[in-house]
Structures are given as C-alpha cells and as structure tokens.
C-alpha cells in the first residue's frame, strides 16, 4: 500500500486549501484513510478519517465544520478540504491507511504517506 500526499501550501488566516491522499493498493476499498498533523514541536495528532466503503467519516473536535473529508473512487483519492483555515492549523500533515474503522490513534495506521507541509499566516 502507499499514499502521495499534496496540496500543501501557504495561505493567509481564513483562506481555504484542499489536501489530496491518493492511495495505490489493489484493494483500497477495504481501507479506511486518515489525516493527521503534526505542529512545530507538537505531537502528531489526528484530524479526520474516511471509510472507504460507505463513506462514514470522522473529525477532530479542532477542525469539526470547518473541514470535509471525502474520496474520490474514480482517482483512488481521499481530500482533505480545509476551510476558514486559522494559524494553529498550521503543521505538516499526513495522510495513512488501516484496515481498522475507526481508529484515531497513529499507531493503528500501518500505511503512512510522505507530508505536505500546510502554513497559515495571521
């Protein structure tokens, strides 16, 4: 399995910004993809994750209503759209897969993708 993560930029505080995961796996509809981010000298924390089949989804408290997670079936890909974006969301993020729905702790992501680095200006 792996993942190419992008999309990753500098933006001002309010702007918006779409990360992409895509993922290379025979059987990518049997995994659930996750985001994650880890801030300058902060722990790698959970954002949000998708079921690929089905579609559920699942979000940090941080980021709830300001950013979607969704797939893409015809370009293996899951997006991470990032909306009303504030300096603290500043971090590189990481997109990962497991075969286990839901699971928000990093260590139940055996698949992880490269980071795209995300910075937010205020």
């Known amino acids: 399995v792996q993942l190419q993560a992008s999309g990753g930029g500098l933006v001002q505080a309010g702007d918006s910004l779409r990360l992409s995961c895509t993922i290379s796996?025979?059987?990518?509809?049997?995994?659930?993809v996750g985001w994650f981010r880890q801030a300058p000298g902060k722990d790698r924390e959970f954002v949000a994750a998708?079921?690929?089949?089905?579609?559920?989804?699942y979000y940090a408290d941080s980021v709830k209503g300001r950013f979607t997670i969704s797939r893409d079936n015809a370009r293996n890909t899951v997006n991470l759209q990032m909306n009303t974006l504030k300096p603290e969301d500043t971090a590189v993020y990481y997109c990962?897969?497991?075969?286990?729905?839901?699971?928000?702790?990093?260590?139940?992501?055996?698949?992880w993708g490269q980071g795209t680095l995300v910075t937010v200006s205020s």
């Open positions: 990962a897969a497991t075969s286990i729905w839901l699971r928000v702790g990093q260590n139940s992501y055996p698949y």
């Open positions: 796996a025979r059987d990518f509809r049997t995994y659930a």
């Open positions: 998708i079921k690929w089949s089905g579609g559920l989804t």
